[in-house]
C-alpha cells in the first residue's frame, strides 16, 4: 500500500493506493515547525481507519509546509515512521507539490495561497525559489493567516464593520480569548486563519474588498514579481483562499499586470497523477533540484 500526502498547516488530504484503487482521506496538518513526533502520533492514533491499515503501508510521499530543509523533514519523516513501521517514507515541501499539481509543460509560477502564502518557478527542469515564506508573524502575504491577523486586530480596535462584530462577539471571542490562543497555545496560525469564512461571507463588503485586494496585492508584489520575468509566465494558484476569491484574485492580477493561469484548490489529485506517471518516483530525488538564489 502506498499513500501520497499533501499537507498544509490546518489539514492534511490523504489518498491511500493499493492493487489500484485510490481512497482519499484526511486528518490534521502537519507542519516542522509546530509539529513533531509525540504530535503526529497523537493525530495519528486518534484515526482507527489508519491503525488498520498501518502495518500494510510500504511507502508514504508526503509534501508539506514548512518541510524546506532536511532537518525540518526529518522530523515529519520520524513522526511518520514510529507510526508507519514497515513504510519507506520521503518528505518534501509543499511547494514541490503545488509545482508538480499545476505545472502543464510550460514554465509557470505556482505560488500557495492558504493558510499560509509562498511561491516558485518551476520548468520541469527545477524548482526556483527568490523570496523565502517568513511564516504567519513576518510574511504569508494574502494568506488565512494574514487576513485572519487584520480581521482579529480590528475586531479588537472596535474597526469591523457592524455585522462581523457582531459574529464575532456571538462567538465568544474577548481580548482574553483571543491573547490566549494567539500567544500562548500551539497551532496559532490556523487559529488565527479560522475566521477566513467570515471574511468570505462578508466579502462584497467595501471593508472587506479592500482587505482581499490589498493582501492579494500584498502577494503580488512580494512573492511574483520578485521573479525577473514574471510577466513572461502564468501564475497559478493552489490553497483555499486563492480558491474562495478567485474573482478577486484574478482582477488584481490583471491590475497588477500578472498572466492569471488557474486554481487547484487541493493538488491532490494531480499529484497522485504525477506518481502514477513516474512509477511512484521518490519525493526526495525530485527535492535535490530545488535551488535558491
Known amino acids: 500500500m502506498i499513500i501520497i500526502v499533501e499537507s498544509g498547516s490546518t489539514k492534511a488530504d490523504w489518498m491511500l493506493i493499493k492493487d ?15 509539529h ?34 532536511p532537518e525540518l523533514n526529518e522530523r515529519i519523516r520520524v513522526g511518520l515512521n514510529a507510526f508507519f513501521v514497515n513504510a519507506e517514507i520521503s ?5 514541490l507539490a503545488c509545482a508538480l499539481s499545476l505545472y502543464e509543460g510550460r514554465p509557470l509560477i505556482a505560488s500557495i495561497l492558504g493558510t499560509g502564502s509562498n511561491s516558485c518557478y518551476y520548468d520541469s527542469i527545477g524548482l526556483k525559489e527568490v523570496v523565502p515564506a517568513l511564516g504567519y508573524i513576518l510574511g504569508d502575504e494574502g494568506s ?28 465568544g471571542l474577548s481580548k482574553e480569548k483571543i491573547v490566549e490562543n494567539v500567544y500562548m497555545k500551539s497551532d496559532a496560525n490556523v487559529y488565527i486563519a479560522s475566521f477566513m469564512p467570515t471574511l468570505i461571507k462578508n466579502k462584497d463588503l467595501d471593508y472587506c474588498q479592500n482587505l482581499i485586494r490589498k493582501g492579494f496585492r500584498d502577494f503580488i508584489n512580494v512573492h511574483v514579481k520578485c521573479f525577473q520575468n514574471y510577466n513572461n509566465a502564468e501564475v497559478s494558484f493552489v490553497g483555499s483562499v486563492a480558491s474562495l476569491l478567485k474573482e478577486e484574485l484574478q482582477s488584481v492580477c490583471l491590475e497588477e499586470d500578472v498572466t ?34
Open 20 to 34: 489500484g484503487n485510490a481512497v482519499p482521506y484526511n486528518t490534521k496538518g502537519f507542519n516542522p515547525f509546530f
Open 36 to 69: 513533531g513526533k509525540e504530535d503526529i502520533l497523537l493525530e495519528l492514533n486518534d484515526h482507527l481507519e489508519l491503525d488498520l491499515i498501518k502495518e500494510q503501508v510500504t511507502q508514504i510521499h508526503f509534501y508539506g509546509a514548512g518541510c524546506s530543509s
Open 91 to 95: 518528505v518534501g515541501h509543499d511547494l
Open 144 to 171: 488565512g493567516s494574514y487576513f485572519g491577523k487584520r480581521l482579529l486586530a480590528d475586531f479588537l480596535y472596535n474597526r469591523l464593520p457592524d455585522v462581523m462584530s457582531k459574529e464575532f462577539t456571538n462567538k
Open 260 to 293: 492569471f493561469g488557474k486554481v487547484v484548490r487541493r493538488p491532490l489529485e494531480n499529484l497522485v497523477k504525477y506518481h502514477q506517471g513516474n512509477t511512484l518516483a521518490k519525493t526526495e530525488e525530485l527535492t535535490i533540484k530545488v535551488n535558491k538564489n
